[in-house]
């Protein structure tokens, strides 16, 4: 269970990542044969539909940016990142069989 703020932003950041991503791609294969049948008849179609992706993957890469110096604060501050954080924002991921952790030369 996240604890602290920084654990929910990350997190929350992460879903937002991963939500998007899927529509994106799932957008793209629609968008495009959508703009090859369409794009002769209606041209103005093609710049707005440009648009859109290209603000769409502008977004995906923010949230990249973020996700990524969530992680690094958080690694920062001594954070572990078990099997229930990585659970938590891939729920999917609950039915991998995890290997237990090792403990490292450091602990």
């Known amino acids: 269970m996240a604890t ?5 932003a990350v997190q929350l950041a992460m879903r937002a990542d991963k939500v998007g ?19 002769k008849w209606w041209p103005a179609a093609m ?5 859109v992706l290209v603000t769409a993957a502008i977004l995906l890469a923010v949230l990249g940016v973020v996700m990524a110096c969530g992680l690094t604060v958080l690694a920062r501050r001594g954070a572990s ?3 229930d954080f990585w659970q ?4 999917q991921a609950r039915r991998i069989d995890w290997p237990e952790r090792r403990p490292s030369q450091r602990d």
């Open 4 to 8: 602290t703020r920084y654990e929910r």
């Open 21 to 39: 991503s899927d529509w994106f791609i799932g957008g793209g294969f629609f968008v495009a044969p959508a703009l090859i049948a369409i794009g």
């Open 47 to 51: 710049p707005v539909a440009i648009g």
């Open 81 to 83: 990142f078990d099997k």
């Open 88 to 91: 938590q924002v891939f729920p």
